[in-house]
């Protein structure tokens, strides 16, 4: 069982409303990655970090942020939500760089902007 | 253009019996394919890696196989229980480093009837 938890796992709200999704891991890794899925669709990576304060945009364009102070915490935050946002978000982990080794995922967070 | 496709997009079987998954992938150079296993409303979890010199890995009632030279893999499941029902991720690494990246496939939708 993988020590990374997302909160919260469903969140509804209104257009334009400002969201922290937030995403901890407990196993002292440096890598960390959010990753956007919609149903039946590939995942996709929109932000990434090496360690603390280090941040970097991912393949998919978002307006999201995301910041690293803490190695254990990554959070991510919309500004300004809106329904284009609507879609799961997953946090991720690994100890060392994702292509060579295996990936741990959170619960994800649904998302669901009206 | 999606490097990874999997097949069959879904697949329904009775409890017991076998099936075999799909995936193959244009990423080159190739690192690493793995399969992950994601349960409705959680995130991926990993079943098995493989790199270009290992044609077969096992994770329980689950077998992975790769052909490299025709850029295939298949993940066999043997025995299926209700809990194996399921999105089946291929995932695919280009260079096993920093400046490598995961290709994820959309997976294949497994359920498991009694």
């Known amino acids: 069982e993988a020590d990374i938890y997302q909160t919260p796992r469903y969140l509804v709200i209104g257009t334009g409303k400002k969201i922290t999704l937030e995403c901890s891991q407990t196993?002292?890794?440096?890598?960390m990655y959010w990753y956007q899925q919609d149903p039946g669709m590939e995942l996709h990576l929109i932000h990434y970090?090496?360690?603390?304060?280090?941040?970097e945009k991912g393949d998919l364009s978002s307006e999201s942020t995301v910041s690293r102070i803490r190695t254990e915490h990554f959070p991510l935050t919309l500004e300004s939500a809106r329904p284009s946002h609507t879609s799961q978000y997953l946090c991720?982990?690994?100890?060392?760089?994702?292509?060579?080794?295996?990936?741990?995922f959170g619960s994800g967070t649904q998302l669901s902007v009206l | 253009k999606n490097q990874v496709e999997q097949s069959p997009q879904s697949l329904i079987i009775l409890e017991g019996k076998n099936c075999t998954l799909q995936?193959?992938?244009?990423?080159?150079?190739?690192?690493?394919l793995r399969w992950y296993k994601q349960d409705t409303g959680r995130g991926p979890v990993s079943l098995t890696i493989?790199?270009?010199?290992?044609n077969t890995k096992s994770n329980g009632r689950y077998t992975a196989t790769l052909d490299a030279d025709t850029k295939q893999s298949s993940l066999h499941i043997t025995a299926s229980q209700l809990s194996d029902s399921a999105s089946y991720i291929c995932?695919?690494?280009?260079?096993?480093?920093?400046?490598?990246?995961?290709?994820f496939g959309r997976g294949t939708q497994l359920t498991v009837w009694p």
């Open positions: 991720a982990s690994s100890e060392r760089d994702a292509t060579n080794e295996k990936l741990f």
């Open positions: 493989m790199t270009f010199s290992e």
């Open positions: 995932v695919v690494s280009d260079r096993g480093s920093t400046l490598g990246r995961l290709y």
């Open positions: 970090s090496y360690g603390v304060n280090s941040t």
């Open positions: 196993m002292g890794h440096d890598k």
């Open positions: 995936c193959n992938y244009t990423v080159s150079p190739f690192s690493n």
